[in-house]
């Protein structure tokens, strides 16, 4: 039997239950336009957004975080903050911007988020956290989620006040990433943590972390989460949900030839220069997400390398071109 079902979060129910996670530098309007067209997830999130930028910035130079593609599905609005006064604001900028969801970003491991008492720092205050979460539910009808991390194998004991400070709060989902904001990726997800969560809360919970895949899709949904959210495997594969959920549905799918990737890939950038007004941070951008783009040509290294010494979009579409119209002729 399939594992995609209706997800019901707060007051929205979406038809699937495979979200397309945030990720900071990638999940801009561009990006999730791709995803929604080839994948059609329940829905896509923004990057975090500091809620400080939201209060105090212009509107123009926000665009690359709160802009929305008008072909896109549902967008989840993700917040930075460590103050219950200025996430109320930013929660209700963002509700009268067009978001669909809203999540409080409780899982960021950098060192400059932390410092401010920001991302994963507000799990070591289990009363701090729940006075955000007050703060979101009182300034918006939306949906309202965390994203978290888990207690890992660190010393502190958080699952259990997190679990209890997300209930009490009213959340209406949780995201759990299974890892402790001090582990890398090399360390495995810790499924067993998510298991804890879905045990202990009424609301439903959202599984993360190393999902690409049917058996890592399977894994995950063995914890008894309610929808699953992808990180990295989404980039440079917009079609990846859309695909797991035809495999799951038992559905064909037709993946993509590479020349419509080498299309997509340049598409992606174009409307990236476009969005930022400035060629040269497309293109350094470019430069970032080629190798993922590429993961399916046999020349991807030396893609990425002659992508990485390329000045301008004009240079690029020709690289593109040759090396994703060449493997298909192939
Ligand atoms: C480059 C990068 C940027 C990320 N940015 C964010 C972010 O802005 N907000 C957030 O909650 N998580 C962020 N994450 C974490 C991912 O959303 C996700 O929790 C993590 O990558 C695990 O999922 P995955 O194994 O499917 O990638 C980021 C991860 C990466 C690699």
Redesign the pocket.
Known sequence: MSLIKPLTLGNRTFPVNIIQ???????CAPFRALTWRYSKPAFS????ISCKTLIHQSEYSQQRFIAKDPDEGPVCF?L?GNHPVELAEATKIVTDHGADLI?L????PVKKIRSRGA?SSLLSDATLLYKMICAMKASTHLPVSV?I?VQGGSDEKFNSDIAAAVQDAGADFL?V???HWTEH?ETP?RYDEIRFFVENLQVPVIG?????CMTSLGKMFATGCAGV???????GQPWLIGKLIAEMNGEPFNLPLHQEQGALFLEHVMNLARLLGSEKFAILQARKFAKYYARGLASRLEFASRVNVCETLDELQSITGFYFGQEQAA
Request: charged letters at 20%.
């Open positions: 996670g945030p990720l900071a530098g990638v999940s999130c923004t990057e975090m993700q930075s999540d970003n409780c899982g960021c991302g994203k991390r995201v990433h299974g890892r990726y997800c993360n972390g190393d999902i690409a959210m992808i990180g990295r495997a989404g980039v």
